[in-house]
DNA sequence: TCAATAGTGTCTCTTAGACAATATCGC
DNA sequence: GCGATATTGTCTAAGAGACACTATTGA
């Protein structure tokens, strides 16, 4: 890319202080499940060598959740997954370095920031999760997310910012969820094995779950449905495959008020 | 008060928005019991004739919390009261006319606003609520706010912006809490009947609960404990008086994790 | 037949929920 | 005694949780 190019991009950055709010933006913890272990979607930044969460700046003519609904396909080109709201992150100082950093990568491309560049403000930031199934995610960057690619959620890179904090509140927020309500819905495959889901559960809860009694309860309240296929899994017995019942899933979330906290937000 | 002071005034704040956030405030519902009714604070603005929500700017030495608890005290004197957060507002156009009130305000005491004055750009709300025992509380004014005072919840007086909708939010959240967790500490005074408690969380839920499953859960899991005492009510039997087992409560919150979603924050 | 994984049934205990009669108080 | 409110027990059904053996597969 040419240095021409990108002092037109960084003047349109500036000028597009005027379409966004200043001091307020939105961080989305994209979470999917591989290899019985929670990945996590991270970007490295064009303008500094470490690991950030996708994240935005709020158009004035969209709401927070609208704003964290365009972070997360530039990320994943899904549309219409769920978003929940899970925190608010506004500890003084929490933006502290990005000024330079910003700054230091501008002057390369021999561009002088203006003094009162809004993008160089402290921002409070709205953090939002979202669940997807791995394998249907081409992590997807662009000029200013030069690379994008998953993590384990629980082991993670260096991370800008209090970027680790933020990952971290949203596993917390997932667990909680899910302790109380069937969500996990978007992290699988249309078709899964109990072993599956099983080791779902165990994953984001961080405990073992009797197998016995984990398949009674999913299987007595309707939630997923045995399908007459079973997947070949070589030198083993082979498992019965599963799909939600998406009715008595949807039904569940609406009765118990998912929506209302950490819960959807259109 | 002098137009002098009104105008020393105002100029303070137009010089305060450089160490408060723009475009980021906090709202906080404040909500108490009294008369088996769900009671919320508001105020009515020195600048226009409706009633709002408290609410406030944000120091950026503050986090939103700190906002919301300084909020919190300025209006009821309290302190240390748990603060929930549990939604964000941010619908384009939701502080439309904020501006053209505070400029007609601003004009009466002789005082032009500065053109592109921070107050009236667009917010972004993080919406906080508060548990209060109503007696407690002297519904405390000041400048801007000139009257405060306590309504229903249920049926609220015509409100600003999108303060309706605020409350409706924190009532649904709360009721929602509620449902999975024995919050409510904070709304019944120290000393309590089983007929009172029984009725705020009738009150909250908005439905009939028993009375013998309700006492029988909440003196199972230890939660309250009868004292030897009762409270004289006239023509009628003397019922019992109750008080919450803090340790037991403390336990509770913290094993279901409310602290997580809509939970407190330091 | 072995190694590895999948699949499944029973018992107990706790809890939720339905249900109504008795006790107390002041008048 | 009456009107109003407070208090309390039992039964059933459902769900949670503890527990371990059998089935299948390919090598």
Redo the contacts between chains.
């Keep these: 890319m040419s240095t021409d190019k990108e002092k037109d991009i960084l003047e349109m950055l500036i000028k597009s202080g005027e379409e966004h ?4 933006s939105v961080d989305v913890v994209i979470l999917g499940y591989h290899d019985r272990t929670m990945k996590v979607l991270l970007q490295k930044p064009k303008f500094a060598d470490a690991w950030m969460l996708p994240g935005g700046y ?1 158009k ?6 609208e704003a964290a609904a365009i972070v997360l396909e530039e990320r994943t080109r899904l549309k219409n997954l769920p978003l929940y ?4 992150f ?3 100082g929490r933006s502290r370095g990005a000024a330079d950093k910003i700054t230091e990568d501008m002057r390369k491309v021999g561009f002088e920031p203006p003094k009162d560049f809004w993008m160089f403000d ?1 921002f ?1 930031t ?1 953090g939002y999760f979202a669940l997807t199934e791995f394998s249907r995610v081409e992590p997807s960057g662009d000029y200013f997310a030069e690379e994008c690619q998953w993590f384990s959620a629980y082991n993670l890179p260096e991370m800008m910012y209090d970027h680790k904090e933020i990952v971290n509140s949203a596993i ?2 997932l ?3 899910i302790s ?1 309500h069937p969500i996990g819905y978007e992290l699988l495959p249309d078709k899964f094995t109990l072993p599956e889901i099983h080791s779902l559960y165990e994953t984001i809860l961080g405990k073992k779950l009797d197998e016995r009694n984990f398949a009674k309860k999913l299987t007595n309240i309707g939630l997923i449905k045995r399908l007459n296929e079973r997947r070949n899994i070589g030198a083993h017995r082979a498992p019965y495959l599963y799909v939600y019942d998406k009715e008595v899933y949807d039904k569940y979330v609406q009765d118990n ?1 998912v929506a ?3 819960g959807f937000q259109e």
Aim: hydrophobic residues 40%; aromatic residues 16%.
């Design positions: 709010y200043h001091n307020v709020i004035r003519t969209n709401t927070t959740a709201y899970f925190n608010v506004s500890k003084p402290d409070i709205i917390m927020s667990r909680y969820l109380f008020n209302i906290l950490g």
